[in-house]
């Protein structure tokens, strides 16, 4: 069992930046995979970024390159989600999100078992 808990959404203006974290507890492996997915009303689940706790490069969303950095610190089970240059259509309730995925699953939110209850992020004109 793992419990993830993120935090640090809020309302920002289109160009601000915003950091995400997202704590981990319970049964954390070397084989663990931590990821952010997103959700706006009305849309299905995106994919935004995730990374193995053995290391590796992260891996990105298409809308987010460039914008968005992943990182992590395993001392904390904590991964961290570094937003740039918000835009308006970055509004959506980011999920954290723990599993053992394979290396072409990352970016897929079936191959994740454990999932945090989000924060909201809101971005205006």
Known sequence: QVDLVESGGGLVQAGDSLELSCVA??????????????????????????????????????????????????????????????KVEDTAVYFCAAGTPILSQLASSSAYYYWGRGTQVTVSS
């Not at 952010?36 to 994919?47: L, M, T």
């Not at 970024?49 to 590796?56: D, E, K, L, T, V």
């Open 25 to 86: 507890s319970g049964q954390i492996s070397g084989r663990t995979a931590m990821a952010w997915f997103r959700q706006a009303p009305g849309k299905e689940r995106e994919f935004v970024a995730s990374g193995r706790r053995s290391g590796g490069s992260p891996a990105y969303g298409r809308d987010v390159q460039g914008r968005f950095t992943y990182s992590r610190d395993n001392a904390k089970n904590t991964v961290y989600l570094q937003m740039k240059n918000l």
